[in-house]
């Protein structure tokens, strides 16, 4: 029994777990890295396994950095079943062609500029219609359902209150007469996060995989009024200003939280009636899947359902489908513009941001978390300037902030969640979570609960049954291709030698997941550099400043 760890961690993203047991193997989720572009790049590398002899694929829920690379796995050669609940069913076969189109979309933009630079073109992760392939291995499952979807492997998905659907999953393993049970926290929701169903516990496990997005931050004023008041603080102040009030969302869930919470808030009087815009048709088509199951809404969005009729549709909302309806939004003023991404990466968001960063009448405001590296986390920096689409844009729009619509629970909540489990028998590994956020929540797990924890590197392994940490190499021999940029080189075990393994131990957190990487310093170089070309208007010096810049760049061939 051997887990590998081939994404988030050491950051948020890139979800995807290898569990090898006898002669099965299969993926806990099959995310999509995001955030600065060395992270994005390992979305192009090979994967350190043979997707081919994977047998199946477990899913904890819909968002794209838990199953934003499942059409590249089929791609490279995956066949077998993909089993998640019946709503993340749904919302994966919007995402998956959804991010098909915006890879396309971009990677076209892109090799038009490299064409004129002279630059080798790139192609897409995935197309269209291997997103349509991959849709058609997905099965739904219920929660609290025990199922075996091979020999030795039992599976139990339960509702973890992240999002709408997702869940966390119990498996027990048996091989050569030894059981094992381990859970995959997947992404741990609050207790009393609008529309979904507070997250359920587990008892006990052997191993124990858990998120920490927010392992070392505790949210202050996190109840649901505290929310709904900070949300009708920003929208009065931006109306006062008769400006725009973009708002970066998730199409999936974070769209709906802020419908449902402006439509309580338009219902009590809160807010003004103000054209509220829904600005993608990822977040409009995955409104429609709520309705098809009201056995998933919390006991609040049930109630709003009743009185309504319906829990969305109504005339405060206006849905933006073309991308003409789009771009005429940018003619447009005193909105509430909703728009994907939530991290501000891709999408229609960049649209809206170069149109209204630089007014200071307009009023962006965060609603999630924003990754290292990202447009979104720079804004929140404090960044007087950025780049988008190669135009630097000066940012004089109003940037606030509401952390109360985050999805995931924070440092206390996560303690709350494992207040019920009597044992983990061997360890916890720490995962999701950036490297000063994961660090800091399993020292607190060893002192506070007295656990075993790991904080894994990227493709590192660990062998559940001796309870020791893998060579990657050697623990894939035989799976498939390794990538060897990703994965140390390790000398071949003779045949019917069990290969050494290091002692159990804190796996060093790895160098590979930067903050902020180089194309991050390029940006800030070239905003700096046009600043300074606009202040400085002595030609000596700005000459001088220039050759001491070249001089310490290597020359071009």
Not at 481 to 500: C, E, L, R, S, Y
Request: glycine share 8%; hydrophobic share 40%; net charge neutral.
């Amino acid at each position: 029994m051997i887990i590998s760890f081939h994404g988030a961690v050491g950051c948020v993203t890139g979800s995807c777990y290898l569990v090898t047991c006898g002669k099965s193997r299969f993926l806990v989720d099959c995310g999509m890295f995001q955030g600065n572009k060395v992270l994005k790049q390992l979305n192009y590398r090979e994967f350190p396994f043979d997707p081919a002899s994977i047998n199946f694929v477990l899913l904890t829920h819909a968002h794209i950095d838990h199953v934003g690379l499942l059409p590249k796995l089929v791609k490279k050669g995956f066949k077998g079943p993909i089993y998640a609940t019946t709503p993340t069913v749904d919302f994966v076969k919007l995402l998956l062609p959804d991010s098909a189109r915006i890879q396309q979309s971009e990677v076209e933009l892109k090799n038009r500029r490299s064409e004129r630079k002279g630059v080798d073109v790139v192609t897409p992760i995935y197309d269209e219609a291997d997103a349509d392939a991959a849709c058609k291995l997905l099965k739904g499952v219920s929660l609290d359902k025990e199922s075996r979807p091979t020999t030795g492997v039992s599976v139990v998905f339960r509702n973890a209150g992240h999002i709408f659907g997702s869940s966390f999953i119990e498996i027990t393993l048996q091989e050569d007469g030894k059981s094992k049970k381990i859970v995959f926290s997947g992404d741990i929701g609050c207790v009393g996060h609008p529309i979904v169903k507070d997250p359920e516990f587990f008892s006990d496990a052997d191993y124990l995989l858990i998120e920490s997005t927010y392992g070392n931050r505790i949210r202050e004023n996190d109840s649901n009024e505290d929310r709904l008041k900070m949300l009708a603080d920003a929208v009065n102040g931006a109306v006062t200003k008769k400006g725009n009030l973009i708002i970066p969302s998730f199409a999936l869930e974070r769209t709906q939280d802020l419908m449902h919470d402006l439509t309580i808030l338009i219902d009590r009087g809160s807010i003004a009636e103000t054209e509220v815009v829904i600005d993608s048709p990822l977040a409009i088509d995955a409104t429609k899947v709520y309705a098809k199951f009201p056995e998933f809404l919390d006991e609040e969005a049930t109630t709003l359902l009743k009185k309504q009729g319906k829990l969305f549709d109504n005339g405060r909302f206006r849905f933006s489908k073309s991308s003409d309806e789009s771009k005429q939004l940018n003619n447009e003023s005193g909105k509430i513009i909703l728009s994907a991404s939530g991290m501000c990466d891709a999408g229609r968001i960049k649209h809206h941001l170069k149109h209204n960063l630089w007014r200071r009448d307009s009023t962006v405001l965060f609603v999630g978390f924003q990754a290292e590296g990202t447009l979104g986390r720079m804004l929140l920096e404090g960044a007087k300037s950025v780049r988008i689409h190669g135009e630097e844009i000066k940012v004089e729009a109003k940037i606030v902030q509401i952390m109360g619509y985050s999805g995931h629970a924070d440092q206390n909540g996560l303690f709350d969640w494992l207040k019920p489990v009597t044992a983990i028998r061997d360890r916890i590994f720490v995962v999701h979570g950036e490297d000063d956020s994961r660090t800091e929540f399993a020292r607190l797990l060893e002192e506070r609960r007295g656990f075993k924890v790991e904080t894994p590197g990227l493709d590192s392994g660990f062998d559940l049954l001796a309870v020791k940490e893998c060579i990657p190499a050697t623990l894939i021999a035989g799976l498939g291709k390794v990538a060897p940029a990703i994965v140390p080189a390790a000398k071949p075990a003779p045949t019917g030698v069990t290969p050494p393994v290091a002692p159990p131990r804190r796996v060093p957190i790895q160098p590979q997941m930067p903050k902020r990487d180089s194309y991050n310093l390029y940006a800030d170089l070239s905003l700096r550099l046009a600043d300074f070309m606009r202040r400085t208007t002595d030609e000596e010096s700005r000459r001088k400043a220039l050759e001491t810049l070249l001089a310490g760049l290597p020359r071009g061939s």
